[in-house]
Nanobody, 121 residues
């Protein structure tokens, strides 16, 4: 059974940091392109970042460039999203997803259950 499990969310003050984890079971994570998404209350889900399977290229939405870093640890079958300089606008439920695409951050077929990130003083 293919499964993704996110963890690491929580409550953090503006300017703080969090590291989210996306652990895979039932498949090898580095064979898939992995994306991080978020959804704030009343807003549509948006793509935040992704890391491609074939060459590990990384992509970020403009609003998080320079603050978030996506990485992969193949030994732990886990993808991370390191988030720094957090802002209240970063608040939302964060999801990771897996795509069989090797070069493109599209066509995600597997999703985790999400982890809540709240940035507030």
């Amino acid at each position: 059974q293919l499964q993704l499990v996110e963890s690491g969310g929580g409550l953090v003050q503006p300017g703080g940091s969090l590291r989210l984890s996306c652990a895979a079971s039932g498949f090898t994570l580095d064979a898939y392109t992995i994306g991080w998404f978020r959804q704030a209350p009343g807003k549509e889900r948006e793509g935040v970042s992704c890391i491609t399977s074939r060459d590990g290229s990384t992509y970020y939405v403009d609003s998080v460039k320079g603050r978030f870093t996506i990485s992969r640890d193949n030994t732990k079958n886990t993808v991370y999203l390191q988030m720094a300089s957090l802002k209240p606008d970063d608040t939302g439920v964060y999801y990771c997803a897996a795509s069989a695409q090797k070069f493109m951050c599209t066509d995600y077929g597997y999703w985790g259950q999400g982890t809540q990130v709240t940035v507030s003083s």
